[in-house]
């Protein structure tokens, strides 16, 4: 390395430096200045997104919302294909035709603003966890900065991927299995507009939040809470509840059981792995 690049990383060494001492220096209702203008613009983005989703009602319920509810939805066409390939009828999954019921007055005006929220939510996700890094970043050194990056990155994209499991697994899978499941001939399914956005919302919402779970453990091992010994003495258990839910919410059969709970063990394991990695660095440090 040259003299001149020397001086000029010192010098940039000398700029950030300063600026986590300034950033250190601020006061109580400073940082909460700053906090809340990071809010404001993370519900600001919200609100666009929330707006595009109501103008462009068409596209939301049709092509995205009540998707899942037809025979054509992306998901029945491949385990119906799965099913011809393995020869197992009960893949074969075509929901029969169904038309929601709506029995309050303002229903489907305030279904159409609380859907259009959760979609704006979602689609704001990344920037909102872009202006939590800036909050935190002028706080950390150019090193722990980089990590912080690539953990807002990891857990947008994360998130994202969990409702997208969510929307195009979960979801069909359970619409399926309630509509084909009766107790008795003389009971007719007739499903409420407002029950079937719950089930979606809570599905998408939670699976997303279910895919952080590498990013849970980074952190929790992080602060030292989370050793990756506790997880593996559990990981039988994990593993009996994840099985558990899947064979609740896919058809009989042990092929569409694994491609529901495989992905969530995979996520399981790459957390225990995490969790070493970072213990093992602490470890090393410590030494």
Same mark, same amino acid.
């Given at each position: ?30 940082? &909460?200045?700053?906090? /809340? ?10 609100? !666009? ?15 995205? +919302? ?5 025979? =054509?939805?992306?998901? *029945?066409?491949?385990?119906? =294909? ?35 929220? !959760?979609?704006?939510? +979602? %689609?704001?996700?990344? *920037?909102? $966890? *872009? ?8 706080? $950390? ?18 998130? &994202? &991927? ?36 719950? %089930? ?19 952190? &929790?091992?992080?602060?030292? +809470?989370?050793?990756?010994? $506790?997880? /593996?003495?559990? /990981? ?6 994840? $099985? ?8 009989? =059969? ?13 996520? *399981?394991?790459?957390?225990?792995? +995490?969790?070493? /990695? ?10």
């Amino acid at each position: 390395m040259t003299e001149s690049n020397k001086k000029s990383s010192s010098s940039k060494e000398t700029e950030e430096n300063k600026k986590v001492k300034e950033h250190s220096e601020m006061t109580f209702l400073e940082h &909460l200045e700053e906090l /809340r203008w990071h809010i404001i613009r993370s519900l600001l983005a919200a609100i !666009v997104f929330t707006v595009v989703a109501f103008i462009e009602k068409n596209i939301l319920f049709d092509y995205i +919302i009540f998707k899942p509810t037809r025979p =054509d939805f992306a998901t *029945y066409r491949f385990f119906s =294909d799965l099913g011809k390939i393995f020869k197992i009828d009960s893949l074969n999954m075509s929901p029969k035709a169904v038309t929601f019921k709506n029995l309050e007055m303002a229903g489907q005006f305030t279904t159409h603003i609380e859907i259009s929220f !959760v979609a704006g939510l +979602i %689609m704001a996700c990344p *920037y909102i $966890l *872009y202006e939590f890094w800036k909050f935190i970043s002028p706080a $950390l050194y150019p090193n722990e900065r980089k990590n912080v990056t690539s953990a807002a990155f990891v857990t947008s994209f994360l998130f &994202l &991927l969990g409702v997208a499991f969510g929307y195009y697994v979960i979801l069909p899978m359970s619409f399926q299995f309630v509509m084909g499941y009766e107790i008795s001939s003389a009971v007719e399914n007739t499903f409420l507009l407002s029950s079937y956005m719950s %089930m979606l919302c809570s599905i998408a919402l939670s699976t997303g939040v279910v895919f952080e779970l590498p990013v849970l453990s980074f952190f &929790l091992s992080k602060v030292g +809470i989370l050793k990756p010994a $506790l997880m /593996r003495n559990y /990981r039988r258990y994990a593993y009996v509840i994840l $099985l558990f839910i899947a064979a609740i919410i896919t058809p009989p =059969d042990v092929v569409s059981q694994i491609l529901v709970s495989l992905p969530l063990i995979i996520l *399981y394991e790459i957390s225990i792995y +995490i969790s070493a /990695r970072i213990n093992k660095k602490r470890e090393a440090a410590e030494s």
